[in-house]
C-alpha cells in the first residue's frame, strides 16, 4: 500500500429529523451536488486511487458510490470498521486487510479525523475534523506493528470543489 484517502461523507439530512431514523440519514441534493463537486476535485488531483471502502450508512455509502462513480473506479465495498463509533485504532486495521492498495475510506467524523491523527502522530487527539465531502490523503509508512505514515494533503469541502470546477 502506497497512500491512502480518508474522505468524510457529504452533507446528510440533519439528524434528529422528524421520520428519519439516524442510520437511514441520506444526502441531502445538495449534499450529492456538493460531494460531486468534490469528487471531481479529488479526481482532478490524480491521486493514483485504486478502490473505495465505505461505512455501510446511506450517507457514507452514498458518498462513497459518487466517489467510485467520479474516479471511475469499482464499486465500494462495504465495512462495518468504518461506522461511527469506530475507534480509530480499529478503523486503521483496514489497512493491513487491504495492503497493496490505494484505497479511499469514506466514513464519519470524529472516527476519521481520530484515525488520520493516530497513523500520522501516534495520538488519536488531532485539533482538525474533516468537514462534510473534505479529504485528508496520506503516505503509508509501515503497517506493523501499527498502520503509520505521513500526512500529505489536508483538503476542506470548499477547496475540493473549487479543484473541481
Excluded: Y
Excluded at 465495512?79 to 484505497?103: C, V
Amino acid at each position: 500500500m502506497k497512500n491512502v484517502c480518508f474522505f468524510r461523507h457529504g452533507v446528510a439530512v440533519e439528524s434528529g429529523t422528524p421520520g428519519v431514523v439516524e442510520k437511514a440519514r441520506t444526502l441531502t441534493e445538495d449534499g450529492r451536488q456538493k460531494t460531486r463537486q468534490a469528487a471531481l476535485g479529488l479526481k482532478r488531483l490524480n491521486l493514483g486511487l485504486d478502490s473505495v471502502f465505505t461505512s455501510p450508512l446511506p450517507r457514507a455509502l452514498e458518498t462513497a458510490e459518487i466517489v467510485a462513480e467520479v474516479l471511475e473506479l469499482p464499486r465500494p465495498r462495504l465495512t462495518d470498521r468504518l461506522l461511527p463509533g469506530t475507534s480509530a485504532a480499529r478503523l486503521l486495521e483496514i489497512l493491513k486487510e487491504i495492503e497493496g492498495s490505494a484505497p479511499v475510506l469514506v466514513g464519519h467524523e470524529p472516527a476519521l479525523s481520530s484515525a488520520v491523527s493516530l497513523f500520522v502522530s501516534a495520538a488519536d487527539t488531532g485539533d482538525f475534523r474533516l468537514k462534510k465531502a473534505g479529504m485528508a490523503f496520506a503516505k503509508v509508512k509501515t503497517l506493523a506493528p501499527r498502520p503509520r505514515g505521513s500526512l500529505l494533503l489536508l483538503l476542506t469541502p470548499g477547496a475540493l470543489r473549487t479543484l473541481g470546477k
